[in-house]
């Protein structure tokens, strides 16, 4: 039973991050100059895994918010899902190198938009997806999977140390954010 669900929410986590993907790419080939192409090119000239973050063997999706003002001015930059260690910083500093490609609107409404960025070092295998994705490399450092902080996971909750169990949630919620099975768990814990 347990399995089935797993399937069905997995399922449920594609088609909802299809559509997504699909309004984003729409919603900049309408405003941006170029458009999501461009957009997406600009991204992988750009975007640098940060120094800190490959030390730390910090990977994850960050989510990004902002809107682009008739003008095509960024404003309200926000992140849903910070994942630290100069990773959210390379986010702005990037998103802020769009400035003046975003062509100015026709109906007087600011545009919302909703980016995901998944930051994955070398082999690293984890189930968050982005709409762009920065690979980074280090050597000789092996950071977990998925598989491997689930079997933590698991040893853990057999053992009974509740507060063990956050930082785990934690970080598998930053490589997969909307994986709504572990943001429940994690709420049943705090």
């Not at 598989?147 to 970080?171: C, G, M, S």
């Not at 919620?173 to 049943?188: C, D, S, V």
Request: glycine share 6%; with cysteine; hydrophobic share 35%.
């Amino acid at each position: 039973m347990k399995l089935i669900i797993f399937i069905l929410l997995v399922l449920t986590n594609l088609h909802i991050q299809s559509n997504r993907q699909l309004n984003l790419r729409e919603n900049l080939n309408k405003r941006f100059q170029g458009g999501a192409d461009a957009f997406f090119k600009l991204w992988g000239m750009e975007t640098r895994y940060a120094r800190k973050a490959r030390e730390s063997c910090v990977v994850g999706v960050a989510i990004v918010t902002f809107q682009v003002d008739c003008e095509g001015k960024l404003q309200h930059i926000t992140f849903k899902n910070k994942l630290g260690s100069g990773l959210d910083e390379e986010v702005e500093r990037v998103l802020k190198l769009t400035e003046n490609h975003w062509l100015k609107c026709e109906d007087n409404k600011e545009e919302g938009f909703e980016l995901s960025i998944k930051f994955i070092l070398g082999d690293t295998q984890f189930s968050g997806q982005g709409e762009i994705t920065v690979t980074g490399y280090q050597s000789g450092l092996q950071c977990p999977n998925d598989e491997d902080l689930i079997k933590q996971l698991e040893k853990v909750k057999k053992k009974r140390q509740t507060a063990n169990l956050i930082p785990i949630y934690e970080e598998l919620i930053r490589r997969n954010p909307h994986n709504q099975a572990y943001r429940e768990e994690l709420q049943k814990i705090k």
